[in-house]
């Protein structure tokens, strides 16, 4: 059962293996059928990425409407990326608010590692960093926190994949029209919603962490919480607007950096 609005779940815990010497985390990439070098640049990232894990934050998917969508065509390619690379490095994915319908059992079924969100990972014995896709932390935005609340509701859901795939899909197009709508539309005034950052804080003191990394707001770059606490925020990807945009964040026993797609298979 999901948590109502306001009331944060406490951190999944996860231990990377010592040997391991980089993790990558990406988010947002939001893949759909009308993004066609988006798909290209993150396949290639996924079978050439040097890290010993890729880390997927949410929102892999534009909209994902069911297990059964790997039928089709184009999310039958990107479930066979997902495999394909699980075969080469460790890949764990956390759902976001575009693909919470992924399953933890249909992703283990890929060889993926599903992570809660929250999730602390635990590397190299000093780091301790806490993991979220974001839009929980979101928490002025009252009406986006009942409509999460409600779409993870197993009852709506239960609903909502006992409609054919074809009406699923229609209505995630709706999505993506309404999402493609939003992009080119000036930011309010204040700017688009942003973590609560008192609600993140209180998150990272119960997880004893001072560093949270998570996406959702595509506002990729690092700041302070506040005295002690540091966020880094994800890079959305979408190669075919103009111009382009695509990061990966990753995490090595000396610190992050910050790498394009392309040198994260060669760094």
């Not at 759909?32 to 990232?45: G, M, R, S, V």
């Not at 929980?136 to 909502?160: E, S, V």
């Not at 001072?210 to 506040?226: E, F, N």
């Amino acid at each position: 059962m999901s948590a109502a609005p306001g009331v944060l779940p406490p951190a999944a815990e996860w231990t990377a293996p010592d040997h391991w010497r980089a993790v990558d985390f990406i988010s947002d990439l939001h893949l759909a059928p009308n993004l066609p070098l988006t798909f290209d640049a993150w396949a290639a990232y996924m079978r050439g990425s040097t890290a010993d894990a890729v880390v997927v934050l949410g929102d892999l998917f534009e909209f994902w409407p069911g297990s059964d969508a790997q039928q089709l065509e184009f999310e039958a390619r990107c479930i066979q990326v997902l495999r394909t690379a699980a075969r080469g490095h460790h890949v764990a994915l956390m759902v976001g608010n575009r693909d919470f319908l992924l399953t933890p059992e249909f992703l283990r079924s890929l060889g993926v590692h599903p992570l809660a969100d929250p999730t602390l990972l635990r590397a190299w014995q000093d780091q301790r960093v806490l993991l979220t896709h974001g839009d929980a932390l979101c928490l002025a935005d009252t009406a986006y926190q009942k409509f999460r609340a409600w779409t993870r509701d197993p009852a709506t859901q239960a609903d909502f994949l006992a409609r054919p795939l074809a009406e699923r899909m229609k209505l995630g197009a709706g999505v993506r029209h309404a999402s493609e709508a939003s992009r080119r539309q000036d930011p309010p005034a204040g700017g688009w919603g942003d973590l609560d950052f008192a609600a993140s804080v209180a998150w990272l003191r119960a997880a004893d962490s001072t560093l949270m990394v998570h996406g959702h707001t595509h506002r990729p770059g690092a700041s302070w919480l506040a005295e002690s606490f540091q966020r880094q925020v994800l890079s959305d990807w979408d190669l075919d607007d103009s111009p382009p945009r695509a990061e990966v964040l990753r995490l090595r026993r000396d610190g992050l950096v910050r790498l394009s797609p392309e040198s994260a298979c060669h760094a």
